[in-house]
Structure formats: structure tokens, C-alpha cells
């Protein structure tokens, strides 16, 4: 193609002996050209016009050799335009782009059809340096002086298919991201897209969701509650909003969410992007993480009300057994015996709370849980009653739990009769054992727990069920559902406790009118199953012969017992307020054979304290400790290995008296 602009524009002009049409054509075209003077005002027009075309031309004859180009060809193919005049244009092409254009020429020229004239499409350019891009081409025709020419505007696709890439793995983030993702019109609120986490929590296809619109999964509101909520965005109030809300799944259950909104006006039509986390599980977790502390606090204030209690059931059941060793009538001795009973389940609701707590004195050894559950079954078969069809689901292979056998025991008793009161009307319920597996995942959703392999005991029925808010209160101590006087609130509590002071878990699942489910859960032990402990038997009250005991006790009622209870065993009782008194005592008295002392003593030295100084200064005296405190109990095992006897209180005159009797056999 000739193209005969001034300028910057060169034109391919004919070297050396040619003669033929191409220089006829050019002497005529010259001529015209300085014949006409308006040419020229419209060539230096034109020659402005593509001088600042972004895009690139190239013109080129019907050999293909370049005859023109602009200066954004210069730029794009890196080449001086002295470097491009008179060569093929193949030299900005690489392969197979080079073989392709001759065919299309030759085509062109034998049958007058166009493949690519007129059609634009995208091809791949060459630059000097060798390197290429992608580009979009147009190819116009034209004919001077019966030849063909060609003009060729090449727009260079580099940033463009960068974009597109960008787009497209911004695409592939979006639709693969955890995170749910909305776009829904501004107007109709219709879904225009909907990524794979979306569509795969809520249960519907992608052709269902482009029918829906956000107030279809949002079971709290209305059409109008969700244009006030996204007013604000409408007017420019504000660029954003974040909120928890529910969304409601296909298959009817709802899941907690958090959503950031946002509305994107430039786009047409505007849409909304709305961004949801699903929060279930975070929920669950700091759910479970404020139950936790919860529970830990009532614990904390449980132990401390234990100790109290055991004070004053130290009192009232001692002088009772005082009362006892007395010449009573029958009248009398039925109100100390009624009255003993009294004191005695006040001792157990202690325990109960002590269990609670995770501050009770425990036992454990290794057991076989599915001999535990069927050497309960005929008593749970006779607690139960001919209403409650109760069956056992007991896994072969079991793992070994290392826990006091008597506490599992409890545990299982009390989820049974917990289970049977729900159903009033009799019902199903089913005792399972099985091997479970904690992984990270599964440890961190539950507040406390370790990673490792537990054994799993569940107890199941069909009963009432139970409500969310029941289920958070569940195990705390006093708290139940029951009719007054037909529980304590005590069992499930003591589940807990135990079941966290064993290393382990519980867990309920329940739904109202289907029945519920609690999981006892204990850790794995290698060991093998341990013969039970013979039972020490013997009704004699172990006496002393006069030997000196010097009684430690802050509580004055509790410390006028003790000495009343001590002398009445045959010893000679000394007594002492507190801690530095005693000290004094012991210095000026050698005849001191055994200190009994309470831990705590507010105010002053604590009984470890008292005990650290007299093995210091008088290593000869032997010591016994006492408590009602739910700390000091767990420690009772770290005692007995450094030689010290721990009475729990309340004790009853028998365990004093062995306690006592053993501590001075010592060697």
C-alpha cells in the first residue's frame, strides 16, 4: 500500500534503475500531490492523526514489504522505522504466524477470497529483541492505481490478557475461598454469582440460587428489614456494613454467620458483594471457652463452700457419735440415729460438690469399662423399674481407662437415672461403649482437652430432650429441671467433675422430643486391668495408752470436739489455736507424741507450714493433717508418699482413731 504522508511518515520510495509501474505511480501521485495544495492541508492533518494513534499502523504493498509505519509501531516492535521501510512484514511476525501469512497472501491473490481482511483477530507479535506479545490485528484493503495495499492497526494485548489472567485467578480464588461469597443486584437483590463455599454450606445448585434472592437464606428478615439494613449503602452513608445474622440451608438447618456488605455503584448494573464467614464452630468455641470458665468459677466457689460445710458437719456428726457412746433410752437413741442420717447425706452432698469441683480424693486404677457396665446392669435393671427398656452396645476391643472404679460407678448410675426422668412415660435407653480418637481439630473445639485416645461411654434415651439454654446449665451444681424434692441438681455435676479430674471429657447432645445423648469420655491407658483392693474389715476402735496429742485447729468448735473425741480414745489431748502457738507448746513441752492439725487456718501459719517447722525442730514427733478444703484433698496422695496421713473432714471416730493409731505404730 502507498501511503503518502508528510513527516514523520516515510514513504518507501523506488532505488536505482526500476522502471515499471511502481515509479510511474509514484511520479503521478507526486504530481497530484503538488497540483493539489489541499492534499497537502489534509496530509499534514492525517499526518497529526496517526503521529498520536495509540495504536500501531503498518502499511504495507501487495508483496508484503512495509511502506509505512507510525510512531507507536516504533514502540511496540522496538525497531526504527529505517529498519522496517522495504522489508517483508513477516520480520514482525514469529511462527507458525509467518508460514500463515504467505498462505493467506497466496489464497488472496489466486482465489479473491478474504480470510482475514476485514476481520480482526488476535495473533501473536515479534519484537527486535526477539520476545513477543499478544495482539489484537485488523487488516483493511484498499486499491491505488489498480494495486492492492494493505493497512494494518495492531493493538498490543500484553496488559490486557494480563488483566484477564488476573481476573481469571482472582476467579478461581473467589470460587475456592473458604469464605462465602455473594454478587447480587443493587435493584432486584437477585444473586447474579454465588462461589462453591456458599452454594456447598447452603445445599442449593447454582441455577436454584440465581432464582433467590439474600432474604431467601436469611430466615430473620423480611424484604423490608433488608432495605433498611442496606439504606445506609444505598444513600453513601457509609461504604460498608458488618453484622451477625443466620443463614438457613437447604435442608432447613441454620448456621451463625458474620457478613461484610458492600455495594459497588460504577458496575452496571450495581451489585452487592457480600462477604460470610461462617461462624458456627468460632461460636461453639467461645461458647464452650465462657461455659468453661463458668464452670470453673462455680467449681472455685463450690470448694470453698465444701470446706465450710465440712466444718460444721465435723461438729454435728461428731457429738452425735458422742451422743451415741452414752447410755441412751430408745426414744433418744432414734433421734441420734435420725439425726445422723441427716448429717450423713449432708457429708454425701459435700462429696457431690467436692466431685463437682474436680477437688474430690480419688482412687483410680486401670478398669475395663464394659466390665464396669455389666456389672451395673442388674442393679440399673432394678433403679430403673419394667418401664425403661434398657440394652447395652458394648464394643469389642475396648482400650483400658485408668479412674476410681466407685466414681465410674457413680457416673453411670447417675446418667442412668438421669436418662429415666425424662422419661416419664417410659422409653429406650442405651449404654455404649467404644474406642474414640481426638485429633487437633476436635481438641480445639472442645475447651480443655488434649489430642489423644479416649475411651467413650455414652448414655442415650428417648426421652423429653433438652433446650439450648438447658443444655449450657446442664452440669452445673444445683441446677435441674425436676420438680422440687425430686433431685439435688447434683448427679450430672459430679459427671463433670469427675470426668475432668480423670483427664477427660463429657458431652451433651440433645434435641427436644428426640432424647439425649451424654458422652463420657476417659483417656487410654496401656496397663492391664488391676484386681480390685481387699476391703479392710473390723469393728474395735483402735485406743491409745495415755500417749500425748496435741490438737491444732482454728475453728473453736471444731477444736473442743477433737479434744473431747481424742481424749475419749485414751490419749492425753493438749490443744493450740494456731499454728505459733503450738511452736511454743512444743518447745516447752517433750513429752508430745502426735500433732493432729487442720491445713488451713486463715490469718497465720497453714498446717504445711506448722509441719515444715516441727520436722525442723522436733523430727521425732509424729503428725497427722485434717481438712475440709477441696485443694488439700487432691494433694492426699503427695502426702501419704512423704509419710503424712491426711482425715478428710467430716470423718467419723473410726477414721480418727486408725488415722491416729497407725501414724504412732510408725516406725
Not at 481424742?566 to 490443744?575: A, W
Request: glycine share 8%; charged share 25%.
Amino acid at each position: 500500500m502507498k501511503c503518502f504522508w508528510p513527516g514523520n511518515f516515510y514513504v518507501r520510495r523506488a532505488t536505482g534503475p526500476q522502471p515499471g509501474a511502481a515509479i510511474r505511480q509514484g511520479e503521478t501521485l507526486v504530481k497530484k500531490r503538488s497540483e493539489k495544495q489541499d492534499d497537502v492541508v489534509s496530509g499534514g492533518r492525517l499526518e497529526a492523526i496517526l503521529d498520536s494513534a495509540v495504536d500501531a499502523i503498518v502499511c504495507i504493498d501487495g508483496a508484503s514489504l512495509i511502506e509505512t509505519v507510525n510512531p507507536a509501531a516504533e514502540r511496540l516492535f522496538q525497531y526504527d522505522r529505517t529498519e522496517m521501510i522495504d522489508q517483508n512484514v513477516k520480520m514482525l511476525m514469529p511462527e507458525p504466524f509467518r508460514a500463515e501469512h504467505d498462505g493467506y497472501v497466496r489464497h488472496h491473490r489466486e482465489t479473491g477470497i478474504r480470510k482475514i481482511i476485514g476481520i480482526g483477530r488476535e495473533v501473536v507479535g515479534q519484537r527486535k529483541d526477539g520476545s513477543t506479545f499478544p495482539m489484537h490485528l485488523s487488516v483493511g484493503e484498499f486499491f491505488l492505481d489498480g494495486e492492492s495495499h494493505y493497512t494494518g492497526i495492531i493493538h498490543d494485548l500484553t496488559v490486557r490478557q494480563r488483566f484477564d489472567a488476573m481476573a481469571t485467578r482472582l476467579g478461581r480464588i473467589v470460587e475456592a475461598s473458604v469464605n462465602e461469597i455473594y454478587i447480587f443486584e443493587a435493584n432486584s437483590l437477585q444473586f447474579i454469582a454465588v462461589n462453591s463455599g456458599a452454594r456447598a454450606n447452603l445445599g442449593y445448585s447454582l441455577d436454584e440460587l440465581e432464582q433467590m434472592t439474600p432474604i431467601d437464606v436469611k430466615p430473620e428478615f423480611s424484604k423490608a428489614d433488608f432495605e433498611r439494613l442496606i439504606e445506609p449503602l444505598k444513600t453513601g452513608e457509609k461504604e460498608r456494613l458488618e453484622f451477625a445474622t443466620v443463614h438457613r440451608r437447604k435442608d432447613g438447618t441454620d448456621y451463625d454467620v458474620q457478613i461484610n456488605l458492600s455495594l459497588h455503584g460504577a458496575e452496571d448494573p450495581p451489585v452487592f458483594v457480600a462477604v460470610v464467614l461462617d461462624t458456627t464452630e468460632r461460636l461453639q468455641t467461645e461458647r464452650a471457652l465462657q461455659q468453661s470458665q463458668r464452670m470453673e468459677a462455680i467449681g472455685q466457689l463450690t470448694g470453698g463452700i465444701a470446706h465450710d460445710f465440712n466444718n460444721l458437719l465435723t461438729v454435728v456428726i461428731g457429738n452425735l457419735e458422742l451422743l451415741q457412746m452414752r447410755d441412751l433410752d430408745q426414744t433418744q437413741n432414734e433421734l441420734v440415729s435420725e439425726a445422723q442420717e441427716a448429717a450423713d447425706l449432708g457429708a454425701r452432698l459435700t462429696a457431690r460438690l467436692l466431685a463437682f469441683a474436680r477437688r474430690s480424693h480419688l482412687e483410680p486404677q486401670t478398669v475395663d469399662l464394659n466390665a464396669q457396665v455389666l456389672g451395673l446392669t442388674d442393679l440399673l435393671h432394678r433403679t430403673l423399674g419394667e418401664q425403661i427398656n434398657l440394652s447395652n452396645a458394648l464394643s469389642t476391643g475396648l482400650w483400658s481407662v485408668r479412674a476410681d472404679p466407685t466414681q465410674i460407678e457413680s457416673a453411670i448410675v447417675n446418667l442412668a437415672v438421669n436418662a429415666r426422668d425424662a422419661m416419664a412415660r417410659g422409653g429406650k435407653l442405651v449404654i455404649e461403649t467404644r474406642n474414640s480418637v481426638f485429633d487437633d481439630d476436635a481438641a480445639t473445639r472442645e475447651i480443655g482437652v488434649k489430642p489423644g485416645d479416649y475411651v467413650q461411654l455414652s448414655v442415650s434415651d428417648t426421652g423429653t430432650g433438652m433446650s439450648r439454654q438447658v443444655q449450657e446449665r446442664v452440669f452445673e451444681p444445683f441446677f435441674t429441671t425436676k420438680e422440687a424434692g425430686r433431685g439435688t441438681g447434683l448427679g450430672l455435676s459430679m459427671v463433670y467433675g469427675f470426668a475432668k479430674q480423670s483427664g477427660g471429657h463429657v458431652t451433651v447432645y440433645s434435641e427436644i422430643d428426640q432424647g439425649t445423648t451424654i458422652n463420657l469420655y476417659l483417656p487410654r491407658v496401656d496397663d492391664h486391668v488391676q484386681s480390685p483392693k481387699a476391703v479392710e474389715t473390723g469393728s474395735l476402735l483402735p485406743r491409745g495408752d495415755g500417749q500425748v496429742i496435741l490438737v491444732v485447729e482454728d475453728d473453736e468448735r471444731v477444736r473442743r470436739l477433737t479434744v473431747r473425741r481424742i481424749g475419749d480414745l485414751g490419749y492425753t489431748v493438749i490443744e493450740a489455736a494456731n499454728g505459733a502457738e503450738a511452736l511454743d507448746i512444743v518447745s516447752k513441752n517433750s513429752r508430745i507424741d502426735l500433732v493432729f492439725t487442720d491445713i488451713i487456718m486463715p490469718g497465720g501459719m497453714s498446717g504445711y507450714e506448722l509441719c515444715d517447722a516441727l520436722r525442723a525442730d522436733a523430727p521425732d514427733i509424729k503428725i497427722v493433717l485434717t481438712s475440709g478444703f477441696a485443694e488439700d484433698l487432691v494433694h492426699a496422695d503427695e502426702l501419704g508418699e512423704q509419710g503424712l496421713m491426711l482425715v478428710r473432714k467430716p470423718y467419723r471416730q473410726t477414721e480418727l482413731a486408725r488415722a491416729i493409731k497407725q501414724t504412732l505404730d510408725q516406725s
